[in-house]
């Protein structure tokens, strides 16, 4: 899920309910955070070793923490709990490779620390070849330009314009002054305190991430009725779904659907129809339903198939969506205004026919389709959603729709054997999953995984601060188990907010929406004061990436490009141009943020996908280069650009098969649509397959350029360096990671 989705869900849901406690709880964090920040700008920052790497002091319990929270962005507050809620454990594979940490900590961090590096592409280049080391520096830099900085301030200044409607500065719109304003205080922290005051705020970041979502945790856990009743309604039951209710189109309406309003609790006024029928915001105390006219871009996507909610329809861009979101934040001034607006939502089993298609009726055919679109018209209710309807909409619209028809059973409609069960605590779904097929996660996904946690630039600087192999081990052991805690803090708290939906005690929103599980559980259950904590939380997470982000690629412009243009650069000229470059980054962040909101939603989606398409080839040259000594650069060099090419062709189909989709059968339908998880597979055997054979067709390295670079090089004093800096502690902690990884893999299997 996008990082604007989120921000974009979790603002419309909270941004007006905020009181005076958790207003002063936000300000506090900021205080705290500020404070902390002008500690660490005060220190020495003279070498590019200080400012780069920290002064490489850094002690392994900052490492973990700042590990855990530049991974930890809004996507996984708001979009975990939304897969959480739709399906359940199965996103948890992900979160499970906090094994990848102990790769990182026992397999890459040796050759890292004896290779004195201050970037990934930096190790490729005395590996392989120093061309090696410009392409892998220039992708990054693209990457991280055109991805993670322009989206993580678009998102800001999503949440800003949600929590303060009224512009703060005139003619500005708040969401530039919130987007500007992330640049301010994060940007201006790292720039000027470089790696040191990443490393330290993101410390109180991680603490203020794991309260706000601990929180969400133990408050749900307690009004769902306990693990054992979380069970009972999320795993092997019938499924449940919501679903909108689209009332009779008008003939002046056509091509615009009406959805059933929930009815409004305060008089307001009354707007006539265009054939003068008086359709209600609110006629009277005692309220009839609001029937409004929905615009297009409201009709609402699949709950089954949507592991993303895109924030427009195919037809509407991002720009649209920023200034939906505004409008509604100014026009929802109080609580009651935005309780009125908001659609019926009737709970229902998901079923699908089964069996021979012969034997089904065209009704019973007719209706599993149209349920897939999550929107109902009237005559395809049952009667047990008609129940629902009657407590939530005035006698006057119910009696005009509903009161004089007849509806069927849902057991006439859907037996049983029809009904979808509920898999909530299941973690391997079958292969013919669409989204989360066991083999690719099991096989595939860790290929992302490794790239991300042991060769990712943003990831991997944080170990090269380190005091030594010592601290930076036990910073990617401390930060692998809280790697471990999203399983419960996120993807748990989507699941019980699809209980407490079933049950009646949250909005049954969640049900239509799972990306709304986290927002709605903010709003409706936690207490005031606990609210701005996880605001804060959410902050605290667009902050951490955003400082992160802005740090790595300072590291690599002034490392891996300004270093190499000017070789006798002194210590305090790299140090003002890392300043200088992340400042320039920024820049081009804040550029790139119109082009972002212009974007169709789901080509947006796709872009994001990328870095499946992008980690075979990074992960082959990296793992394949220290375990083997045959590979050479012209097999690097190989394997980076095929794979690269590979990976955005596969892209490129994607998206085009969405616009003009290819022929059933045929290699490019085959190309566009395998799952991403095994096309992740395939990718990584086609870029080792081409390094060996390429290498093996040309010149052997020497045994001296690959002295203490590959498991057959290190000297033998190198080797006892690294058997010196661990002891029974970091085994046994390691260990016990794996057990516990092990223990959850056989908990959650249904």
Not at 409 to 438: C, G, T
Not at 499 to 521: C, T, W, Y
Not at 579 to 603: D, E, F, N, Q
Request: include cysteine; charge should be negative; charged fraction near 20%.
């Amino acid at each position: 899920m996008t990082i604007l989705t989120n921000a974009t869900l979790f603002a419309q849901i909270s941004g007006a309910s905020l009181g005076t406690w958790d207003w002063a709880t936000l300000g506090i964090y900021f205080a705290i955070l500020l404070g902390l920040a002008w500690w660490v700008v005060s220190q020495k920052n003279d070498s590019s070793k200080d400012y780069f790497l920290a002064g490489k002091k850094a002690g392994w319990v900052v490492i973990g923490a700042s590990l855990f929270a530049s991974n930890i962005g809004s996507e996984h507050l708001v979009g975990l709990a939304g897969t959480g809620a739709n399906d359940g454990m199965a996103m948890a594979h992900y979160e499970l490779h906090a094994w990848c940490l102990l790769v990182l900590g026992w397999v890459m961090i040796p050759f890292y620390e004896r290779s004195g590096i201050f970037t990934t592409p930096e190790f490729l280049e005395k590996r392989y070849s120093p061309s090696a080391r410009w392409i892998l520096s220039l992708i990054s830099l693209v990457a991280y330009i055109f991805t993670k900085i322009s989206v993580t301030l678009f998102a800001g200044g999503i949440v800003f314009k949600a929590l303060f409607p009224i512009d703060v500065f005139p003619g500005i719109s708040n969401f530039w002054v919130g987007a500007v304003g992330m640049v301010l205080i994060t940007g201006l922290y790292t720039i000027l305190g470089g790696l040191r005051a990443v490393l330290y705020t993101e410390l109180l970041q991680t603490i203020v991430l794991l309260i706000g979502a601990a929180s969400v945790l133990f408050i749900g856990l307690h009004q769902v009725g306990g693990w054992s009743a979380l069970k009972e309604i999320a795993q092997g039951v019938d499924h449940q779904a919501g679903f909108k209710v689209i009332l009779p189109a008008e003939e002046e309406n056509k091509g615009a659907p009406t959805f059933l309003k929930e009815m409004a609790p305060v008089q307001e006024e009354t707007s006539e129809s265009p054939d003068g029928e008086a359709l209600a915001e609110t006629e009277n105390a005692e309220g009839t339903a609001e029937v409004t006219e929905e615009v297009a871009n409201d009709t609402p996507e699949t709950a089954q198939d949507q592991e993303v909610a895109d924030v427009s329809t195919e037809e509407q861009t991002q720009e649209g969506a920023e200034n939906e979101l505004a409008q509604e934040a100014e026009a929802a001034t109080d609580e009651e205004s935005v309780e009125a607006s908001r659609d019926v939502v009737v709970m229902s089993p998901i079923y699908q026919p089964t069996g021979d298609e012969e034997e089904l009726t065209k009704e019973q055919l007719a209706r599993a389709t149209i349920r897939d679109d999550n929107v109902l018209e009237i005559d395809e209710l049952t009667q047990e959603d008609v129940d629902q309807i009657k407590d939530v909409v005035g006698p006057e619209v119910y009696d005009k729709y509903f009161a004089n028809r007849e509806f069927k059973s849902i057991d006439e409609v859907a037996p049983p054997e029809m009904r979808e069960q509920v898999d909530h605590f299941n973690l391997w779904k079958p292969n013919s999953h669409p989204k989360y097929p066991w083999f690719g996660l099991l096989f595939g996904a860790p290929i992302v995984g490794l790239w991300y946690w042991c060769t990712d630039q943003y990831i991997v600087q944080r170990t090269l601060a380190a005091k030594s192999q010592k601290e930076a081990r036990r910073g990617t052991i401390f930060g692998a188990y809280l790697k471990l805690t999203p399983v419960f803090i996120f993807i748990v708290p989507g699941m019980i907010a699809y209980g407490l939906a079933v049950k009646g005690h949250i909005s049954r929103e969640v049900l239509f929406d799972g990306n709304q599980a986290f927002p709605i559980m903010v709003k409706e259950i936690l207490p005031v004061g606990l609210k701005g904590i996880v605001i804060g939380a959410l902050l605290a997470a667009l902050m951490s990436s955003l400082a992160s982000v802005f740090n790595s690629c300072s590291t690599l412009f002034t490392m891996d490009i300004y270093k190499k243009v000017y070789p006798n650069a002194s210590e305090k000229k790299m140090v003002w141009v890392g300043r200088v470059a992340t400042g320039v980054m920024v820049l081009l962040g804040l550029v790139w943020i119109p082009t972002i909101s212009m974007m169709k939603g789901s080509l947006y989606n796709y872009l994001q996908s990328v870095q499946s398409y992008m980690a075979p080839p990074i992960f082959a040259v990296f793992f394949v280069g220290v375990f083997s000594r045959r590979v050479n650069a012209p097999g690097c060099l190989t394997a980076l650009i095929v794979g690269f090419v590979l990976g955005m062709a596969r892209l490129a189909c994607e998206i085009l098969d969405g616009f003009m989709p290819f022929v059933e059968g045929s290699f490019l339908k085959w190309f566009a649509t395998t799952s991403y998880t095994f096309m992740c597979i395939y990718l990584t055997v086609v870029c080792v397959f081409l390094m060996y054979l390429v290498s093996l067709m040309t010149k052997k390295p020497t045994t001296e350029q690959l002295e203490g670079l590959t498991y057959g090089t290190a000297t033998a004093e190198q080797k006892q360096a690294t058997r010196e800096s661990w002891n029974w502690v970091d085994v046994v902690a390691s260990v016990g990671l794996v057990a516990i990884i092990i223990v959850i893999y056989s908990y959650f299997i249904g």
